[in-house]
């Protein structure tokens, strides 16, 4: 399995960024993919999943309203699209499917 994040960078409060995360190595469209993060200082903590049709999402009550997650089956890939950025946002961003994970990338709010 290997998981392979992108998108993050320093972004000013209430800016957007959209996350992207390329999988290989499994039957990606049989399976929910999630992202967590991890701010500094902090344990790592559940963001969202989207279910392996695309057709459910789940997210964590910070970020509802804010975050979407979606992805494209033929592409490999699970996205998370991030507006009205929050400095508590600030955290390195990582994609998972059970007990595989990527290397993350770092999203930066911050004016």
């Known amino acids: 399995v290997q998981l392979v994040e992108s998108g993050g960078g320093l972004v000013q409060p209430g800016g957007s960024l959209r996350l992207s995360c390329v999988a290989s190595?499994?039957?990606?469209?049989?399976?929910?993919m999630n992202w967590y993060r991890q701010a500094p200082g902090k344990e790592r903590e559940y963001v969202a999943g989207?279910?392996?049709?695309?057709?459910?999402?789940n997210y964590a009550f910070s970020v509802k309203g804010r975050f979407t997650a979606s992805r494209d089956n033929a592409k490999n890939t699970v996205y998370l699209q991030m507006n009205a950025l929050k400095p508590e946002d600030t955290a390195v961003y990582y994609c998972?499917?059970?007990?595989?994970w990527g290397k993350g990338t770092l999203v930066t709010v911050s004016s």
């Open positions: 998972n499917i059970g007990t595989d």
């Open positions: 190595g499994f039957a990606f469209s049989e399976y929910t």
């Open positions: 989207v279910r392996n049709d695309g057709g459910a999402t």
